[in-house]
């Protein structure tokens, strides 16, 4: 019998991570170069340089985050249906972090989906 525990959950907040990277990389500088903030982009890029190397290495951000997102959510497919404990406390615990877990996953595809349009299909669509 498997017992759902705080370990199920690493999968879907690393996806979370990744996917806040393609924000980073893509979403946020279109969007304040949409709303006239040029200028506090290209502070916010000389203050952190990394954001230059995640934006010019977008493939590969992408890239990882759609592995981190498709291992997420075949570990929140597969636990679906596991059992939780019999201990009504444990129990109540397991639920709660499967419905933690859940939210976790979809807000990271919400993250990666924001970041993918911004990345691939605005500059088409909007230039």
Not at 59 to 79: D, K, Y
Request: hydrophobic share 55%.
């Amino acid at each position: 019998m498997k017992h759902y525990s705080f370990k199920d959950t690493l999968a879907p907040t690393l996806s979370l991570f990744t996917s806040a990277s393609t924000l980073i990389c893509c979403a946020l500088p279109a969007l304040l170069v949409t709303i006239g903030m040029g200028a506090t982009l290209a502070g916010l890029a000389s203050d952190f340089p990394q954001l230059i190397w995640i934006s010019m290495h977008k493939a590969e951000v992408f890239g990882f985050a759609t592995i981190m997102l498709t291992i997420a959510g075949f570990i929140q497919w597969r636990g679906r249906n596991a059992p939780c404990p019999a201990d009504p406390a444990k129990a109540k615990i397991c639920t709660r972090l499967r419905k933690i877990s859940l939210v976790i996953y979809i807000l990271s595809v919400a993250m990666f989906l924001t970041g993918a349009f911004f990345a691939f299909v605005a500059p088409y669509i909007l230039s």
